[in-house]
């Protein structure tokens, strides 16, 4: 079963409602470095895998994308999308990522952001991936990083009495698998994956990887979200960019 | 000044020490490991870059090589390596890395075990690498982790007061440059690099990466060594294998 969290309703009131702040670790950390990391849009055909509410789809066709195909696996985030951030150059599918279907479609681009963690199965992923790229196209997407999955309990910055964060805690990382959190409710579900086995399945698979960014937050996150100077005390998320060879 | 914490003789008699023991990180770890990424060593010309007493050197003329250089800062290390493992087809040379000057040679495979972390100018490490590499040569390396070099302060396992490890801290992961450990004697000096700096320059001066090893121990390690187990909680080491392409 996959999970879709996103269609809890009160998992997606909140989620909307911080979304809609513009004052996320989304906005200031995450999202300027997938973007950082893209060589072009212009022209390009991409597939955005997680799409959300359709933002980043948006930004693709406002950059000159020539056509995007938008997949989530909740019906909320779909109907939201279309309703926000419908074009006629973007398609939104309403799917898990694992069962995704596109027959005879390839990409120039593919992207993924912030979804990868979700889904259990990687090694077919990047094979659903390779087989959806144009030969040379770009898969790039974010996740959680392994730093931050690892430990097997929560809450894991660890503080003195006055709730001064002390240092981060860091546990079971070789231990790859489900992770359990609470993020709104109770249950949320991610993998934890070692840094090797993010990169060297890619290899494994006729990727070569072009780059990675542990981002830190842009400067005027610092001034709006002030916590996030904690990002360069541990990442949150790591990028990884990669090229389809053959 | 470059750290030659080798030639302090209080220091020298503790490593030699350990490593005479048989039971140590690097035998169940790190070296198993290092040598699990290498493709062939068969009539391949080798530059070893922290040579230490030239075990590995040797190994490589006993698995094939036609011929070694190992380099190391240590004067010790060096007059060690030349009584133990001394071969006609090895040529040990006494100089720091930063320093290694050798005209006109290349070699197909470039090693280094565990001395990366001690250089502080890691680009200007990898340019050299990339000099002395003939085009599609090998570049394989382990490091500290970045897990466990980030941390400002020692001690990392946090514990109980019954000293039961309770996690790994972890901290300043963002803050690249100089640490100072206590290893046998006060003040010897790492650099801590992020896992996206340790790649990326690799693939900025032309190499591919190949393959990522997070090390745990081989099962003998884990009897003879039985605190071995802690390499499933938090790695100790990284192996990075690339190749240099153009």
Redesign the interface.
């Known amino acids: 079963m996959k999970q879709n969290i996103y269609d809890n309703p009160v998992f997606f009131r909140e989620y909307i409602s911080l979304r809609e702040s513009g004052v996320t670790y989304n906005d200031f950390v995450e999202q300027p470095a997938i973007k950082s990391a893209i060589s072009t849009l212009k022209n390009k055909t991409i597939l955005d895998l997680g799409c959300g509410t359709g933002q980043f789809a948006k930004y693709c066709i406002e950059n000159g994308a020539s056509k995007v195909i938008g997949v989530d696996i909740s019906r909320n985030m779909i109907e939201q999308a279309k309703k926000e951030n419908g074009d006629k150059k973007i398609e939104y599918i309403c799917s898990p990522i694992e069962d995704l279907e596109l027959h005879n479609q390839k990409f120039d681009l593919i992207i993924s952001s912030l979804a990868v963690h979700y889904i259990e199965d990687y090694t077919k992923l990047i094979v659903k991936v390779r087989s959806l790229l144009h030969e040379n196209g770009e898969f790039i997407f974010s996740t959680e990083h392994p ?1 931050v999955t ?2 097997n309990e929560e809450n894991n910055w ?1 503080k003195d009495s006055n709730g001064e964060k ?10 790859e698998g489900k992770r359990e959190h609470n993020w709104y409710v109770d249950g949320v579900i991610v993998y934890h994956r ?3 086995t993010l ?2 399945t890619l ?1 494994d698979n006729g990727f ?7 981002p ?1 937050s842009i400067p005027s996150g610092l001034e709006k979200m002030p916590k996030l100077v904690n ?5 949150s998320f790591i990028v990884i960019k990669s090229r389809m060879l053959r």
């Open positions: 730093i690892a430990r660890m002390l240092h981060w805690a860091l546990d079971n990382y070789q231990e070692t840094i090797s990169i060297n290899i070569i990887l072009e780059k990675i960014i542990e830190q990002e360069r005390r541990r990442p």
